[in-house]
């Protein structure tokens, strides 16, 4: 059974930083998507970073392009999500997903197939 397991949330003042983990197990396929989603109060999830392992493509929404990397220590079966610049409007749940039947693009083109999630971590920006 697959497992997903988030840590690294927090509280932090805008401009801050913080780095999200997602460590995986239960599963024997190696290539994958992974997947970072948010959902703030009152607000629809919304997909914020994919990276396929088998060739660690990468993809971001344009609201956290170029503050957010997504990567991959797949000795560790981790995936992390480095937040820097944070913004209050980063407010939210944060969950990590897992899917191992979507490949490429298809882990940002189909952010609803995601199949595995995780309990969420809750970060929260003050201005």
């Known amino acids: 059974q697959v497992q997903l397991v988030e840590s690294g949330g927090g509280s932090v003042q805008a401009g801050g930083s913080l780095r999200l983990s997602c460590a995986a197990s239960?599963?024997?396929?190696?290539?994958?998507?992974m997947g970072w989603f948010r959902q703030a109060p009152g607000k629809p999830r919304e997909g914020v970073a994919a990276?396929?392992?088998?060739?660690?493509?990468?993809y971001y929404a344009g609201s956290v392009k170029g503050r957010f990397t997504i990567s991959q220590d797949n000795a560790k079966n981790t995936v992390y999500l480095q937040m820097n610049s944070l913004k209050p409007e980063d407010t939210a749940m944060y969950y990590c997903?897992?899917?191992?039947?979507?490949?490429?693009?298809?882990?940002?083109?189909?952010?609803?197939?995601?199949?595995?999630w995780g309990q969420g971590t809750q970060v929260t920006v003050s201005s």
């Open positions: 239960g599963y024997t396929r190696s290539s994958n998507c």
């Open positions: 990276i396929y392992t088998g060739d660690t493509s990468t």
């Open positions: 997903a897992a899917d191992w039947d979507l490949v490429g693009l298809g882990c940002w083109k189909t952010l609803d197939k995601y199949s595995h």
